[in-house]
């Protein structure tokens, strides 16, 4: 064939797939509208709260909507799909400023060492780590006014065994802003808090003393905690260790009583949406009880004959998902699992169609325009990735009808069973897999044959004996349920444990760029909507591709604490090298995350030679990096070329090829990551740097360094 036949015959393609998507409308899906209005309220709102710059706040946004719709509604423009688009972005931009307005509060501005007094309104319990308390400041060192709402404590010194939500306290603490991310694009731990109202964070610097139980019955949302810790508490009573953390994880959503090794265990198995209460518990306690109060009331023909029995259990077991969504803690998934529920159910009463993307559309919908900053969370993004991705499929899938199981015997019914367990689970990897890359840098292989195993044992055993404990706990009835519910989750955690140590079992990688994420995200939004013959598959092969390419841009080094922790990573062995700081902290969990190395192995170590002038640092390839302790080292740390941290007002006195940072810098910027240029092997100070702190005007950021 020669190139001008091929050129042919590639335009006369492209030019008959043009005309047939402008001709017929099956290319796209039936709801792409909403859809796609659903997509540009989320898309608007990551961007109003990603952005370094403060955007225009509430008070001048409201009156543009406002005029908006007035013109909109004047010009009778309102089905006009470019206009209701115009319309999403504003609303997006609202409800975004105005969360943003209604959070905003006081948050520290430095280090402080204090007298706190305050109400308590979190106490976890951690098996493996220390207690944090979460309190409502009343009082700081004697001052009550211009207090942060909230201030979150490790507490390693003794603690009452009567604190309880409610309980007023007073301490000695040192208390600091919420953590920047400990690496450049990682967790940005301030905004996080921000959005929580906690405006501090420290550590316990004294005994905690109670002061009253005064407000421990007050309000609904104490009772409620009150409820959620006394059920955790009885079940930990019942099934002692971790069978009764992973229980109360599964009923209550506490999940801080699950220890690390369970939890990475559990995590690198494939079963982590086990821990998190979505859709999968949700739809498993609302399908017990739907099945069995419609089982009851056909067995009664005086109800059955006049009141049809499957519109009594929807009604019922709304209330049942209701009663699970206030125990579970209301998180985004379970919010998400609960409205999704809510439409199925409605969808019954009214005869209509269970479960579609429309569905999942109007729970983001609802999420979004009430915590627009879910939108950057992991277990937003997460899980309405795999539900999306599950209905988009099987709504394929049945009206094609190769979900029909009739005419089918036992043994088929088993095989399709299996074979549509394991596709579930795949799909659900597939669809998770780019977002679990970037969040996380590990993706878990062996999680198709694990949930395959693990998830039939979670429905028929665990969850609905998890509901019958539940109800039955009021009157005292249910230990027995409990202890037969945790003979079954002793399986689930042995069966984690086993294929989480399979070979091969977790794929790890280093931190992807942004760009990698907004590319996933906006090829994944194409396959939900795509319906045609050539563009979906294309579309699927090109979000496989990106999720497995190389993205990452790690740096080569980082430094933290003035220059005092430095670490880079041997991706020969594997292994973290550190000098510096506490082995096996938070920060070095997230540097072998960074650079996509195994957590458990051991941290080796860099060489430093210290004297009285300066530490210098061995990198490798020639690099150092020199810490000054006086101007003395000054003039020949610079002159060899190093990577110098000094202080700003010795800047002017480095004359050489030596890059200087300021030590200053590192309380307000966080980590330093050093990137080295590998095109010039000859020049060893050819290097770009990157702080993690992020840096920008919002209401969450600290104040920038002047310098």
Not at 248 to 261: M, N, P, Q, S
Not at 684 to 691: E, G, I, K, L, V
Request: aromatic letters at 10%.
């Amino acid at each position: 064939m020669t190139a001008h036949t091929w050129r042919n015959r590639s335009l006369g393609f492209v030019r008959g797939t043009l005309r047939e998507l402008a001709t017929d409308q099956t290319w796209r899906h039936g709801e792409w509208r909403l859809m796609v209005l659903t997509m540009t309220f989320g898309a608007m709102c990551a961007a109003y709260i990603a952005m370094s710059a403060a955007p225009p706040g509430f008070w001048y946004i409201l009156p543009v909507c406002l005029m908006y719709v007035g013109l909109m509604f004047w010009r009778r423009a309102w089905r006009h799909f470019g206009v209701q688009l115009i319309m999403m972005l504003l609303l997006a931009c609202l409800a975004s400023s105005w969360r943003i307005m209604d959070v905003v509060g006081p948050q520290l501005d430095g280090e402080h060492y204090t007298a706190l007094t305050g109400v308590v309104e979190r106490f976890d319990k951690r098996p493996d780590r220390s207690p944090r308390l979460t309190l409502r400041p009343t009082a700081m060192d004697d001052v009550h006014i211009g207090l942060p709402k909230r201030i979150s404590l490790i507490v390693r010194t003794r603690i009452p065994d009567s604190v309880r939500p409610g309980t007023s306290v007073s301490l000695k603490a040192i208390v600091a802003p919420p953590l920047s991310p400990v690496v450049p694009g990682g967790y940005d731990f301030a905004r996080a808090r921000f959005f929580k109202g906690i405006g501090g964070e420290g550590y316990a610097a004294s005994a905690v003393v109670v002061i009253n139980d005064a407000e421990q019955t007050n309000g609904f949302s104490l009772n409620l905690l009150t409820i959620r810790n006394k059920i955790a508490e009885e079940l930990l009573r019942i099934l002692p260790g971790q069978v009764g953390a992973v229980a109360a994880a599964l009923t209550v959503g506490d999940r801080h009583y699950i220890d690390k090794e369970t939890s990475a265990a559990i995590r690198d198995a494939g079963l982590a949406h086990l821990l998190a209460i979505s859709g999968l518990h949700m739809g498993l306690i609302t399908a017990a009880a739907f099945f069995v109060i419609e089982y009851l009331f056909a067995a009664v023909p005086a109800i059955a004959l006049r009141v049809r029995p499957k519109k009594i259990a929807a009604v019922v077991a709304w209330g049942v998902a209701c009663a699970y969504l206030l125990l579970s803690g209301m998180g985004i998934a379970t919010i998400r699992a609960f409205i999704m529920i809510s439409v199925a159910l409605l969808a019954v009463l009214a005869d209509r169609r269970v479960l579609s993307l429309r569905s999942i559309a109007l729970a983001a919908l609802a999420i979004l325009a009430l915590w627009p900053e879910a939108i950057l969370s992991v277990s937003f993004q997460m899980s309405f990735a795999a539900t999306a991705a599950l209905i988009a499929v099987y709504e394929i899938l049945s009206a094609r009808g190769w979900t029909s199981t009739r005419e089918a015997g036992p043994l088929k019914r088993l095989a399709r069973f299996v074979f549509f367990m394991a596709f579930t689970s795949l799909i659900s990897q597939v669809a998770i897999a780019p977002f679990a890359l970037y969040h996380f840098q590990t993706l878990s292989l062996i999680g198709i044959l694990a949930n395959v195993v693990v998830v039939p044992i979670m429905s028929a055993v665990v969850m609905p004996l998890a509901l019958a404990t539940l109800v039955l706990m009021p009157l005292g009835l249910h230990e027995i349920f409990a202890q037969i519910m945790g003979f079954g989750l002793e399986r689930v955690i042995w069966l984690a444990q086993y294929f989480a140590h399979f070979p091969y079992a977790v794929y790890r990688a280093g931190a992807p760029s942004d760009l990698y994420l907004m590319l996933a995200s906006i090829l994944f939004c194409s396959l939900l909507l795509l319906r045609h013959k050539f563009l979906g598959p294309a579309s699927m092969v090109v979000f496989i591709a990106i999720t497995f390419m190389p993205f990452d841009h790690t740096a080569d080094v980082l430094l933290d604490r003035e220059g005092r922790v430095i670490a880079r990573a041997d991706q020969a062995s594997g292994r973290l090298l550190v000098v510096g700081g506490r082995r096996d902290s938070y920060r070095d969990e997230n540097w072998r995350r960074y650079w996509g190395l195994d957590l458990d192995h051991e941290a080796g170590l860099l060489h430093r030679h210290c004297d009285a002038a300066a530490c210098r640092t061995a990198l490798g390839g020639g690099r150092y990096v020199t810490v000054l302790k006086s101007m003395s080292a000054l003039r020949q740390a610079c002159s060899a070329g190093d990577i110098v941290v000094g202080s700003w007002r010795w800047r002017g006195f480095c004359k050489g090829a030596g890059v200087y940072i300021y030590a200053e810098n590192f309380e307000y910027r966080g980590t330093v990551a050093i990137y080295f240029d590998r095109s010039t092997t000859d020049a060893p100070t050819d290097m770009s740097f990157q702080w993690s702190q992020p840096q920008g005007n919002r209401p969450w950021h600290r104040s920038r360094d002047r310098r």
